[in-house]
Structure formats: structure tokens, C-alpha cells
């Protein structure tokens, strides 16, 4: 199945739907396993696909030095609100882009489809960790997260329940998926907190000219 620039729009309506009764709990909770707060965990959520619109559409082969975070006197709700139109920028960069844009992210240059189906995984697991953080009920689509596995983690797909299965690639454990063993290790796509944790940065790609491959040319360590 292809994802498709509005799946993006789908994810973030499916977030910002699970986290509205949140908005008056506590933030400041740990989110999940991670060492995020939910505060935390939401802005991130609001800035990557901010961000991946920012790349996709300046076709830029390096590293933008600016962060995206929501505006500091927003509401909650506001903020759940900001995710989405974050979300719709992404798609409507998405949607205009050329089969031959691809825009600079840490683990490689990307193109539309894969900074879509990137955010989708984002804002689907990163409200997985602060939902679990707030105790609220969430469970996405099985083919929105089928959509997700298939792009982020191509050579992981299997005939599992999609959900428990994208949590698991994702590092985290859902009470479904217990007895899987260890999730895979050096999946095809990494995130946020996961990036922190490397010693060596890729900062700016170029093409090979000789076999048209994007490599990474200069890091930051």
C-alpha cells in the first residue's frame, strides 16, 4: 500500500482526538519509558513534522540549525491544534513535491512519501508513551499503523496486529506483545530520543557521482 500525503493528516487527527481529554491532567508526568515529560513529548510531537515540511521543501542536503516548539503562551488545546496544522504543512509540502525532492534528516536524505510516513510513526508512537503517561485509552487503526510498518520498517512486516507490532519496532512494550522477545535492532528509520543517544551526527549529504547515492559528508561528534 502507498502512503499518501494526506495519511499524515489522518495520524495527527487520530492524536489530537486521543489527547483532548488530557489536556487538563498533569504534564509534567513522565511519558511512558521515555525520559521525555509529556510536555516535552508533545512539543516534539508538534515540531517534527514542522520540521520534515521545513526540509522536504527547501530540498536542503544539510542540517537546518532552528527548532521548531509551540508558541510559549499557548493553550492546551491550542497545542494539540498546532500538531495538526504541523501535520497538514507536511502534506501539503508532500503533495506539491517532485518524485526527485528529497530533503535532509539525520539517518539519510528523504523523499515526500518517506517524510510522511516518518511523521505518521512519530506522532503515533509518541502518543502511545504520553498516553500511558496521562492513563488514557488510545489505539490507532490497524491499516494506519500497517501503512506505517510497511514504510518504516519494510523488511519487519509480518501477520501480527499491527499495533502492538509498530510499538514493539519502536522499542517500546505493549502489553500484546509480550513474550516477542527483543525488537529488532538498526531498523530503517530512527527517532528522537533514540538519535540523542549517537556519538556521531551526519550533518550534510551529497550525491555519489557516480552511482546517484546520497552520502553523508560531513558530522558533528
Same mark, same amino acid.
Given at each position: ?9 489522518? %495520524?495527527?487527527?487520530?492524536?489530537? @482526538? ?9 504534564? =509534567?508526568?513522565? *511519558? ?10 508533545? =512539543? ?5 513534522? *514542522?520540521?520534515? *515540511? ?5 530540498? =536542503? ?20 491544534? %498546532? ?18 525532492? /528529497? ?28 498516553? &500511558? ?7 490507532? %487503526?490497524?491499516?494506519?499503523? &500497517? ?22 519496532? =519502536? ?19 530512527? /527517532? ?12 550534510? /549529504? @551529497? ?8 552520502? %553523508? ?5
Amino acid at each position: 500500500m502507498t502512503i499518501k500525503p494526506d495519511t499524515v493528516e489522518a %495520524a495527527a487527527a487520530v492524536v489530537a @482526538a486521543a489527547l483532548r481529554p488530557g489536556v487538563d491532567a498533569d504534564w =509534567s508526568v513522565q *511519558a511512558g519509558d521515555l525520559e521525555w515529560s509529556v510536555d516535552r513529548t508533545i =512539543s516534539h510531537m508538534t515540531g517534527a513534522p *514542522a520540521k520534515y *515540511a521545513l526540509y522536504l521543501s527547501s530540498r =536542503s542536503t544539510q542540517y537546518i540549525a532552528v527548532t521548531v516548539m509551540p508558541w510559549q503562551d499557548a493553550t492546551r488545546q491550542e497545542r494539540l491544534e %498546532a500538531i495538526e496544522g504541523c501535520a497538514a504543512a507536511l502534506a501539503g509540502v508532500a503533495e506539491t513535491a517532485p518524485p526527485s525532492a /528529497f530533503g535532509f534528516h539525520v539517518t539519510g536524505m528523504r523523499n515526500a512519501q518517506q517524510f510522511v510516513a516518518m511523521a505518521c510513526n512519530e506522532l503515533l508512537v509518541h502518543t502511545y508513551d504520553v498516553t &500511558r503517561g496521562l492513563g488514557l485509552p488510545y489505539e490507532p %487503526a490497524e491499516e494506519l499503523c &500497517r501503512l506505517v510498518i510497511e514504510h518504516c520498517y519494510p523488511d519487519q512486516d509480518d501477520q501480527r496486529p499491527a499495533w502492538p507490532l509498530l510499538v514493539w519496532l =519502536s522499542g517500546r512494550r505493549h502489553p500484546a506483545a509480550t513474550g516477542w522477545g527483543e525488537p529488532p535492532t538498526g531498523g530503517a528509520i530512527m /527517532f528522537g530520543d533514540k538519535i540523542e543517544d549517537r556519538t556521531e551526527l551526519p550533518l550534510e /549529504f @551529497a550525491r555519489d557521482p557516480a552511482g546517484g547515492e546520497w552520502l %553523508a559528508i560531513r558530522w558533528v561528534t
